[in-house]
């Protein structure tokens, strides 16, 4: 359905005849359901990230199967999948060395999410461990004998791409920058890098290549400060790079000519693109484009031409790393034919495929769907909305609507806030959309301004404005689904994790009367402890504006340790050991106002876990559903559940490691309040 289809079966549903707008509400509006099997949606896990070998006959992948994420092979003809890493972490990202004979891969340990560098026997074995410093090394690109790994690196204190020989373990730096890809003869690199001054709002961002036999970096998008020239890929013959950039307002293809920096846009239209990939002959490029949330993989003549749509299902075809949430890639098949890919949506995790390029037949190689979830019917699929938010501003949305509800039904509501400071909802396996819309609840899934799909201006308007105009319109979004009678305006949560977290904090915060109960994933509470998390810094400049000491008016309005005297909304903070962001500091400043001010709250923290938990362990996913299912079956849907005990059980045995961060504002106040 196309987007002003769309546009105009919300407004007939709002204004459309008298009954529409103001439907009668039921005497007695629906039970809650008992709903899909917890258990059942935790162990179904998702594959987002792979890669195939240079023969074509094998991808590796990581999968949770075993509970936490582990790297496995399977033929790409299909087949019973094969384990290859079991460490006490987490194994992430696998590369296949040119050669084929091993596997390199990222790893933490204890859920820190600092990863280290590992190779393993493509048949197994035992791993080598390549770096082992306190900081990130991520991103890996094989030299073409397969004798070096190139990858992007915190060790030398800033983001740096290195290479360590995997015969002799010798680290060397080769130049400043970040999302780096090597060319095929392995003299040549492509990255990112930022050098606009203050760029709090995200404006910047350019192609650069780096002579790995020595010279200075030099930039091939030089002088765009107002542009993002992101994902930077090399032709097979290494004189072009496919690379996206927001330079005619939209993220969309284009390559560079290496020798002359000539950049020429292959696509210039209203629609998002990302994960530009070259095919083995160089002769295409594939690329996903965002389709009002429904993602798809297309290909285009790389000189130029129509572009080709590939895939035809709906839903996430080969994700977008660019957008935070839309987990998922694709890859060519060496023999340039077919394209593996990563299919999710809302009634099917996240599996492999391949497809045919010539006649787009495609074929399912894994399946990680639980056998008790296979009935498709049993799940929904959201209606994509758009409506006029905030001062006129055209916003969009996802709605799902339980099975057989009607207008007039007065469900009770749920927020689902985005994470990232930039991302969105797409339309992708989520469980927990899907276990609260199967127990009776509808969730609204807002993609307001600010969030990724929309354009360069939709960003980036919501610049020190994140938490407060991006609220009002999810707020209004929800209201016009109060007055259809789709929602009981008196039996409304909100849950978001990450940024998706301070937005479930925040709003609470700014409109405390329209909640029942609010669920927070690692968020924040206080913005000003927040901005000395030096990960944080560029987060906190962009959605709330500068520092605390440049701006403290937003700061002190959009956390809710300040505001707790007039807030009380329950509240349930989830949060991991491992977490760099969202601190467990913040819960504790969050409970000294809550007990000072008798507000209701708990909180449990996951032990190893990373920031962005419920995307790991199957046993945290089924934890967080059980007790977030308890917290707003008691508090909206007028059941009775001992939260406070199922918290205190789900505690036992996590051992919490403070932060050495301090808490100033507390330290000097003793813990009073700010009323």
Same mark, same amino acid.
């Given at each position: 359905m196309g987007r002003n289809q769309n546009v105009l079966t919300f407004c007939i549903a709002c204004l459309g005849t008298l009954a529409a707008c103001d439907p009668e509400p039921r005497a007695n509006p629906p039970e809650l359901r008992e709903g899909l099997s917890i258990s059942a949606l935790a162990e179904t896990v998702w594959i987002e990230e792979f890669d195939v070998s240079p023969d074509g006959k094998l991808i590796a992948?990581?999968?949770?199967?075993?509970?936490?994420?582990?790297?496995?092979?399977?033929?790409?003809?299909?087949?019973e999948p094969t384990q290859i890493t079991s460490m006490p972490?987490? %194994?992430?990202?696998?590369?296949?060395?040119?050669?084929g004979a091993w596997i390199a891969f990222e790893a933490d340990f204890g859920g820190t999410d600092v990863r280290d560098l590992f190779i393993i026997p493509t048949n197994g074995g035992e791993p080598a461990r390549l770096t082992n410093?306190?900081?990130?090394?991520?991103?890996?690109?094989?030299?073409?004998?397969?004798?070096?790994?190139?990858?992007?690196?915190?060790?030398?204190?800033?983001?740096?791409i290195a290479e360590v020989d995997i015969r002799t373990g010798e680290i060397s730096r080769v130049a400043s920058g970040e999302s780096g890809q090597l060319s095929s003869d392995g003299r040549m690199f492509a990255f990112t890098r930022n050098t606009k001054p203050e760029d709090d709002d995200q404006s910047n961002q350019d192609v650069w290549v780096a002579t790995l036999n020595g010279g200075e970096p030099r930039p091939l998008t030089p002088n765009t400060f107002e542009w993002r020239d992101t994902e930077p890929r090399w032709s097979p013959d290494r004189t072009r790079l496919a690379f996206i950039s927001d330079r005619n307002g939209f993220n969309n293809l284009g390559v560079i000519d290496i020798a002359t920096g000539e950049a020429t846009m292959l696509l210039t239209e209203d629609v998002e693109h990302s994960e530009p990939r070259w095919s083995p002959d160089g002769e295409w490029i594939s690329f996903t484009k965002n389709l009002d949330y429904d993602y798809h993989i297309f290909r285009i003549p790389a000189a130029g031409g129509e572009a080709e749509q590939l895939t035809a299902a709906g839903g996430v075809n080969g994700g977008s790393r660019a957008t935070g949430q839309t987990r998922g890639t694709h890859e060519w098949h060496p023999a340039g034919d077919q394209i593996v890919y990563t299919h999710s949506d809302p009634k099917v995790t996240g599996d492999l495929w391949i497809i045919s390029v010539s006649d787009g037949e495609s074929r399912q190689i894994t399946n990680h769907q639980s056998e008790e979830l296979r009935d498709p019917s049993a799940f929904v699929w959201p209606e994509f909305i758009e409506y006029t938010g905030y001062e006129g501003l055209e916003v969009a949305g996802l709605v799902y609507r339980p099975q057989g509800a009607v207008a007039g039904d007065q469900l009770p509501g749920l927020f689902f806030f985005r994470a990232n400071s930039n991302g969105q909802h797409p339309k992708q396996w989520h469980p927990y959309i899907q276990y609260f819309v199967s127990r009776g609840y509808l969730v609204f899934a807002p993609n307001f301004r600010g969030s990724t799909g929309r354009g360069k201006a939709y960003r980036q308007i919501v610049h020190t404005h994140g938490g407060d105009h991006d609220l009002k319109d999810a707020f209004i979004g929800m209201d016009l689904l109060v007055e259809q009678g789709w929602v009981d305006p008196d039996r409304v949560g909100a849950f978001g994790g990450s940024t998706g977290g301070f937005f479930t904090t925040t709003a609470v915060t700014k409109e405390p009367e329209r909640f029942k109960a609010g669920v927070v994933w690692y968020g924040s509470t206080d913005l000003v402890t927040l901005s000395t998390y030096g990960s944080m810094e560029g987060w906190n400049r962009y959605l709330i504006g500068g520092t605390p000491m440049e701006n403290p008016r937003n700061y002190f309005d959009r956390s809710i340790i300040y505001q707790a005297e007039r807030i009380d909304v329950p509240l349930l903070?989830?949060?991991?050991?491992?977490?760099?962001?969202?601190?467990?500091?913040?819960? %504790?400043?969050?409970?000294?106002?809550?007990?000072?001010?008798?507000?209701?709250?708990?909180?449990?923290?996951?032990?190893?876990?990373?920031?962005?938990?419920?995307?790991?362990?199957p046993e945290s996913v089924r934890q967080s559903l059980e007790i977030m299912s308890g917290m707003f079956d008691t508090f909206i849907g007028d059941q009775e559940h001992d939260v406070g005990?199922?918290?205190?059980?789900?505690? %036992?045995?996590?051992?919490i490691r403070r932060n050495p961060t301090i808490d100033l504002w507390n330290s000097l106040t003793n813990g009073m309040g700010r009323g």
């Open positions: 992948f990581k999968s949770a199967a075993e509970g936490t994420y582990d790297i496995w092979t399977v033929p790409t003809s299909g087949g972490g987490r %194994e992430m990202r696998p590369r296949f060395s040119p050669d410093h306190p900081l990130n090394d991520a991103n890996v690109s094989w030299s073409p004998d397969s004798g070096s790994i190139y990858f992007n690196t915190g060790m030398f204190w800033d983001n740096s903070f989830l949060y991991s050991q491992g977490d760099g962001a969202a601190r467990f500091q913040q819960i %504790e400043q969050y409970g000294v106002q809550a007990e000072i001010y008798g507000n209701w709250y708990d909180w449990v923290v996951y032990g190893g876990e990373p920031h962005g938990w419920y995307h790991f362990r005990a199922m918290a205190a059980e789900q505690r %036992e045995g996590i051992r």
